[in-house]
């Protein structure tokens, strides 16, 4: 109870608002999906602009509390779901939902996630080293606790594309053998330390703090599973709207709406062969980002890339819902 009453407290300006409002071209009686919910910045504004009804999902059991006081002024248009939007095909089915107009997902973590420190995200802070959004699994200290030295640097490398992940890795398996590593401000300090010569002006546990979340969390599976479930329930000329925050993220993004253009999905998702029709129209050929004036109300929106896709008429890459 205490941290839903800290989470209250901090505020998330929703980053690219307009831009993912116009993008998913918004009309009454539509049904539209919140894929990353958090406080509900994006939903309260689809909702107060169309007369169309949001399913929002959020894996952080903590946003319920924003999604109930949601709830209080758009009873029947709103409907709010605990959980993770790579299930969003389930969640819309037990809704008898098959077809929906738009999904937007706005991805990673929520400036209360990030800002209040006993969700252990935040290597600014000094809190318990959790990390998990969705408030179970093993948290940071325990997968520090027993990770070996390979696969952390691999984790640190791959997920955080950090190019002392070795250094690193080696410093923490050694740290932990002297004394447990229980909070972000030692593991910060750990990494800090490890890192030779400081060249940017990012705090060098950043990258490493990335790559422990995206694989505590499993992003990656969550980013191509929410993305798939999205492509599959949007119906002719439904909008899929992506904000995403860092490379790896928008690599991703960028790839799967080619491979639905070009029908490749096949061969990396599933066995079978390709159709031989688009499933999407990419309407963004590069991402659009924030303006200056949106970086300097908003530092955190600096890196955040949107991309947009509609969808065609011709059968889904991933096979039609049944
Ligand atoms: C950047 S915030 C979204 C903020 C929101 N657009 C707003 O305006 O308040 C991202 C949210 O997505 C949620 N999230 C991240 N990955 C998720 C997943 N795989 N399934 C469901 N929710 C997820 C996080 O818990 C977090 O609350």
Redesign the pocket.
Known sequence: MKSIHMINKVE?I??L?DEVINALSLTKDEIYV??????????KAILSKKNCKVIA????PQ?KIFADNIKKTFTDRFYFKN????ELGKFLKELNIYKVGGVVF?????SP?LDVKNRGFSFKLDGPLDMR?SCEGPTAEEFLEKVEENTLASIIFKLGEEVFSKRIAKSIIIQRSINKIKTTGQLARIIRDAIPVKKSKLDTATKTFQAIRIYL?D?IN??EQ?LIAAEKVLKPEGRLAVVSFHSIEDRIVKNFFLDCLNNKSWSRYLPEPPQKKPSLEILTKKPILPSTKEINLNNRSRSAKLRIAKRTAYTSSFGEIK
């Open positions: 998330h929703p980053v608002l919140d894929a990353t919910f958090g406080l509900g910045g994006y939903t999902i959020d894996r952080d946003t959980g993770r939007f790579s706005d991805l990673g973590v929520s996630q959004m969390n992003e969550e980013l929410g």
